[in-house]
């Protein structure tokens, strides 16, 4: 039986990766590398207030979406060349569309958001069973009320 060592260090919640001091330090923190729906890896200050990532996002949040079928989908509605992070729960059929901040309309200096803020919008197939893609797309156009309009 091998014996691992570790040193603990106290890090007040929420303190990005880059801010923490100590020796032993970097290897107690784990890298959460977020994708956005074109699966390229996306920079947390541009989704997370203060580009701090809420601890648990993972276990609440889930992974990227990967079936083909439904990104085709979230791409026919959301037209724009935003990169949107569209994420699936581990356990349900529960989809998480997130807004990055720059287009969000509820997550800001203005809204006095909190470090780890962000826009998500939760669509849920709980009483269907599984996705739909019709009624997915219905459910995402309505989410784009809630997205300021692409200024590019």
Same mark, same amino acid.
């Given at each position: 039986?091998?014996?691992? @060592? ?6 007040? @919640?929420? !303190?990005?990766? &880059?801010?923490?001091? =100590?020796? =032993? &330090? &970097?290897? /107690? ?5 977020? #994708? ?13 207030? /203060? =580009? ?10 889930? /992974? ?24 699936? &729960? ?14 969000? !309309? ?12 962000f826009q998500k919008h939760a669509i849920s197939f709980l009483s269907e069973g599984s996705v /739909?893609?019709?009624?997915? #797309?219905?459910?995402?156009e309505r989410i784009l009320k809630f997205v300021k309009k692409d200024e590019e």
């Amino acid at each position: 039986m091998t014996e691992t @060592k570790t040193e603990e260090i106290e890090v007040p @919640k929420g !303190t990005p990766a &880059a801010e923490v001091k =100590g020796k =032993g &330090a &970097a290897k /107690n923190i784990k890298k959460i590398i977020i #994708k956005d729906v074109s699966g390229e890896e996306a920079d947390p200050k541009d989704y997370f207030f /203060n =580009g701090v990532i809420p601890s648990g996002f993972i276990g609440t949040c889930g /992974n990227p979406v990967d079936r083909e079928e439904l990104i085709g989908t979230f791409n026919k509605v959301f037209k724009s060349k935003i990169k949107y992070l569209f994420y699936r &729960a581990r356990d349900k059929e529960v989809y998480l569309v997130i807004v990055p901040l720059k287009y969000s !309309t509820s997550v800001g200096i203005d809204q006095e958001s909190s470090d780890g803020d962000f826009q998500k919008h939760a669509i849920s197939f709980l009483s269907e069973g599984s996705v /739909n893609l019709d009624t997915l #797309k219905q459910k995402l156009e309505r989410i784009l009320k809630f997205v300021k309009k692409d200024e590019e």
